[in-house]
């Protein structure tokens, strides 16, 4: 492979961030982070990250969304959003999270091929699709680990203990007031890639639109959003419920897609 040095490059750059972003977090340092050279250090295996995905999703001028593909987009996505939103909020530490997870995500494509690519024409109502879904599936990857971290977060707070490793966390009413933007905007692109789905299916997928399981998991999922914020708006949702909602409809995301395309391409090798 002939991008082989650069997935090496590119996977040592986000390891070394990751290990100098947790010792930071451990060290009750995470805060130096938010605003120092360091953090913006972030950058360089993003745009490296960038380059092998374009590689790798448009080889021959062919989409190729495979399962590995997208997982590789998804985190790619969800460290360039943490790495926006650190301008306004100070969240280095969930970034030291995140960057061991892309660390792994960089290098998927080059240990898993993809050898049964799902190929589609390009065009721009496809381009436009596709950007949305992985944005939404980008979004609610950061909600549900924030959500996840809140829940731990508040348990160990009803303890009066909380690990070193999560001291440097911001406090839960800011990330409640991020989660639920995140939440938001990635609603506003799911319902955006749904309704494209439906209205162009013919330029997209070639043929008329069809209610199948990936439809069924992604309204499913749409639906449990759509009600999470509702309640958070009239009935004040907020802590452990809005975990519960979030997770829930973020599994059935999963199933919608990255669900659907593993089962198409590890079990049955299509």
Known sequence: MSNLPLYVITFFAYSLLAAYFWRAQTAGKIDTLNGGLIGHMVVVPLVLHAYLLYGNLFSGGELNLGLVNAVSLILWLTMLVYSVA???YPIASLQALV???VAVGVVLPALFPTLHPRVNG???VLEAHILAAMFAYSL???GVLHAGLMSIVEKHLHHATLPRALQGLPPLLTMEILLFRIIGAGFVLLTMTLASGVIFS??????PWQFNHKMLFGFISWCVFAVLLLGHYYKGWRGRTAVRWTVSGFVFLLLAYLGTQFVLEVLLHR
């Open 86 to 88: 650190r301008f306004f």
């Open 140 to 142: 609610f990857t950061i």
């Open 202 to 207: 013919d330029q997209l997928f070639g043929k």
């Open 99 to 101: 960057l061991p997870l």
């Open 122 to 124: 390009l065009s721009f």
